[in-house]
Structure formats: structure tokens, C-alpha cells
């Protein structure tokens, strides 16, 4: 397969549409960012990199850092974390409190808001320093050390996450948070913050594409195992209430963010990531799923 003429085929015929979508202007500083950017970067396991666009610009990661920090709260905590938080996707707006207070203050699954504050928080029990845990888990595994927080988003998300701050009491109030709300808002809303270009989010997931493996570390990042059931967890619950659509449209495990980013793997095969800012109504992004579409669709290669 030649990634790289495949992907600018899908630059090419997506360019007349690039700026589509609403950026995330709930988030004061993601309003800023401009709806035009697209950027898409594919990494083999066998070694090969490809990409196009706006592929080494940075951009905020938001609910991607989701992959990241269940990842190190499976290690940590193993199956113990999946009596405080399910498996299930969701079927309503990742950032619902109604469905947290119908279900006893046990969230969905770990992708959304509320599951996430539990994942921090299990992190937080763990490790004195949740922010740095996550931060320090993606530099390793992308092999890259020039990864790092944007506070001024961090503080935006401080400062107009009230919704995620009702969560956090919300979850306090059910005996599902064991830290300070506070400490673990604030690592969260940091988790979220992390800068990466396409080609260091799909160089960083890799491992997910190669049984738990990283070329940039020695031991494997996680078990077969472990990586199979993260990967599930991306098909099913990864792109919030639009589940089902993705899966149909796309055939692969994937994550998104409403920074606008998109992390994809094709087990066995490939990592790949795509930005476009702007989003759906679901909150993801409206041309990284078409390219994503894109990519399976004239490739012929999903895991279906």
C-alpha cells in the first residue's frame, strides 16, 4: 500500500472543504484556533512514516490524553479500576450529568468526562504527580521529549469547566473520588492541555497498532491483552455518542478530542492521526472522520 499517495489523495479531496465544522469555543482558547488547519500522519509498525498537511503543528489533544491515562491506570490499578468506572458506551453527550446521577455515580466508560476524572483520580491514589505520570508515559512512548502542557489552555479549561467540576463533586458525593476535586481537576484539565503534532500522536499510539509494543521502549508498554481490551474500548466508546456511525463509516479503534484531533490504529498494521478543528455535533471532528473514512474505504483495509 503507498500510504503516502493515499494520503494526499484524501488532502487533495478534502482541501475545497477544510474549515468545516465549529471549533470548540466553549474552550476560550480552542476558539481561537482557525477551522482551515488539516493535518494527517500514518505510522506502520514495520517503521514507515508518512505524512501530510498540517502534520508537525501542534495542536491541544483534550479527550485523547484519555487513551493515555487508562493506559496507565490499567497498570496500575488492573481490574480493580473497572468496579469504579464501566465499559459501555454511553449513548449521551460525553460531558452528561443526568446519566452519572441515574447510574450511582459509576460512569459510563472511561472516555467520557466522568470516567475520566476517575481514571485521574486512580492515577492520583497511585502516583504523587498524576499531570507528570501522563506527560512523562507519552514522551516515553513516542520517543520524544518535546511534548509538553499549554497552561494558558489549561487555565482557560480551569476557568470555564464548570460542568467538569460539578462532575468531580458529583463523583465526590458518591464515594467514586477518593482526592481532592481540586487535584483532580486540575491534573485533568493539564492531561487535556497536552501539545502534539498528528505525527507524535500516531508515533506515541503506536504500541496499540503492535500488540502493546513501542519501538521507543524496550519492554512492552502493555500486555496483548491489556492492548486488546484498550483498542475495544476506542471502538466502542472512543468518539463519544457517535459510536456506531464512526464504526460503520470507519471500521477502526479510534479517540478524538474536541481540539479536533482523531487517533485511529489498525491492529497489526498501522497508527494514524488527523486533525481538522472543526467539530460535529457529537463533538468530533468533521473532516478527520471523513478522512478516516477515506483512508479505510480506498484502502480497503479495516479491521472488518
Known amino acids: 500500500m503507498d500510504y503516502q499517495a493515499l494520503l494526499e489523495r484524501i488532502h ?16 476560550p482558547e ?5 477551522p482551515e488547519h488539516f493535518g494527517m500522519a500514518l505510522v506502520t509498525t514495520s517503521g514507515e512514516r508518512y505524512r501530510v498537511g498540517d502534520a508537525d503543528v501542534k495542536f491541544s489533544i483534550q479527550s485523547i490524553s484519555k487513551v493515555f491515562s487508562l493506559a496507565i491506570a490499567m497498570q496500575l ?11 459501555e458506551p454511553s449513548g449521551n453527550p460525553f ?48 520517543g520524544d521529549a518535546d511534548i509538553g502542557f499549554n497552561e494558558a489552555v489549561a487555565a482557560s479549561e ?57 519501538p521507543h521502549v524496550e519492554e512492552p508498554v502493555m500486555s496483548a491483552s491489556e492492548t486488546k481490551y484498550l483498542n475495544a474500548l476506542m471502538l466502542t466508546c472512543g468518539t463519544y455518542d457517535a459510536v456506531g456511525e464512526f464504526a460503520f463509516r470507519v471500521g477502526l479503534p479510534a479517540k478524538s478530542g474536541v481540539g479536533g484531533g482523531i487517533v485511529a490504529t489498525l491492529p497489526g498494521h498501522y497508527s494514524v492521526c ?4 472543526g ?26
Request: include cysteine; proline fraction near 3%.
Open 274 to 277: 488527523v486533525w481538522s478543528p
Open 95 to 142: 460531558n452528561s450529568l443526568v446519566q452519572l446521577e441515574v447510574e450511582a455515580g459509576i460512569p459510563r466508560n472511561p472516555f467520557i468526562n466522568a470516567g475520566a476524572l476517575v481514571v485521574t483520580d486512580a492515577i492520583l491514589s497511585r502516583l504523587s504527580d498524576a499531570r507528570g505520570a501522563v506527560l512523562d508515559f507519552i514522551r516515553r512512548v513516542s
Open 30 to 34: 480552542l476558539a481561537n484556533v482557525s
Open 158 to 214: 480551569a476557568a470555564t469547566g464548570h460542568r467538569n467540576a460539578a462532575m468531580a463533586h458529583f463523583l465526590k458525593s458518591f464515594g467514586n473520588l477518593h482526592n481532592p476535586a481540586a487535584a483532580v481537576l486540575d491534573a485533568y484539565f493539564h492531561h487535556c492541555a497536552i501539545e502534539m503534532s498528528c505525527v507524535q500522536v500516531a508515533e506515541a499510539c503506536l504500541f496499540l497498532a503492535a500488540r502493546g509494543r513501542s
Open 12 to 27: 487533495s479531496e478534502l482541501e475545497p472543504r477544510f474549515g468545516e465544522g465549529r471549533v470548540a469555543r466553549y474552550i
Open 279 to 304: 467539530l460535529d455535533a457529537q463533538g468530533n471532528s468533521t473532516l478527520g472522520s471523513c478522512a478516516l473514512d477515506l483512508l479505510t474505504s480506498e484502502s480497503g483495509v479495516s479491521i472488518f
Open 77 to 87: 490499578d488492573g481490574e480493580a479500576i473497572w468496579a469504579r468506572c464501566g465499559r
